[in-house]
């Protein structure tokens, strides 16, 4: 993938350090927002149910989503970039290990929220689905230009909540989201150090 422009006034680099801070502090208030929308709201928690079918239909649709990911980016020129972007600020300051964190943390917090407390308050129903679907989209906004990313997040947001609709179980979008983003970050960062070697050989 192909590095930003340095005189991208937008982009500016992040350190290991603050990629992972601001993570747990995103992973956080999304959990604190969880805790007291159950404590002090009228919203119930989605089930989670532990079931060897609901981890491999959770396991699966993570691949498909990923796939599915590969082929808009390959196709969809706008995205592309506006994942370059976002991949290289979140990323690329980032080692192996710390990928388990990525895919852990925003997987467990967003699934909490979105599609445990916001899906079903909002109805297990296609307008739930698209409400939380859209809130979901707009949480990965940084900036105008990511908009395409936004349209993709929205997308996935979608094909979560059906999933928890047709399951009730939440342990299949939490699933499902933690292995796109595990898969997706793996992918990227083989990618990136196989890119950087070729260029030292250059």
């Given amino acids: 993938m192909s590095d930003p422009l340095p005189e991208d006034p937008e982009f500016i680099p992040l350190t290991r350090t603050q990629v992972l801070i601001a993570m747990g502090v995103t992973a956080v208030v999304l959990l604190l927002v969880t805790k007291l ?3 002090f709201g009228s919203a119930v928690l989605l089930p989670v149910r532990w079931s060897a079918i609901a981890l491999l239909i959770g396991l699966g649709l993570g691949v498909t989503i990923t796939l599915a990911s590969s082929v808009v980016y390959a196709f969809w020129t706008a995205y592309r970039q506006s994942a370059d972007y976002y991949l290289d600020l979140v990323l690329k300051p980032l ?9 852990l943390l925003p997987g467990l917090s967003e ?3 979105f599609r445990g407390v916001m899906l079903p308050t909002f109805g297990l129903d296609t307008e739930g689905v698209i409400f939380s679907s859209l809130c979901f989209g707009v949480l990965h906004l940084s900036s105008f230009r990511q908009w395409p990313y936004v349209v993709w997040a929205t997308t996935i947001g979608l094909v979560l909540g059906t999933s928890a609709v047709m399951t009730n179980n939440l342990l299949v979008p939490i699933v499902a989201h933690v292995a796109t983003n595990l898969i997706s970050s793996c992918l990227w960062k083989w990618g990136d150090r196989d890119k950087s070697k070729m260029i030292d050989e250059e």
């Fill in 111 to 113: 699934e909490l929220l």
């Fill in 37 to 39: 929308w159950l404590q």
């Fill in 95 to 103: 080692v192996l290990p710390d990928l388990i964190w990525l895919g």
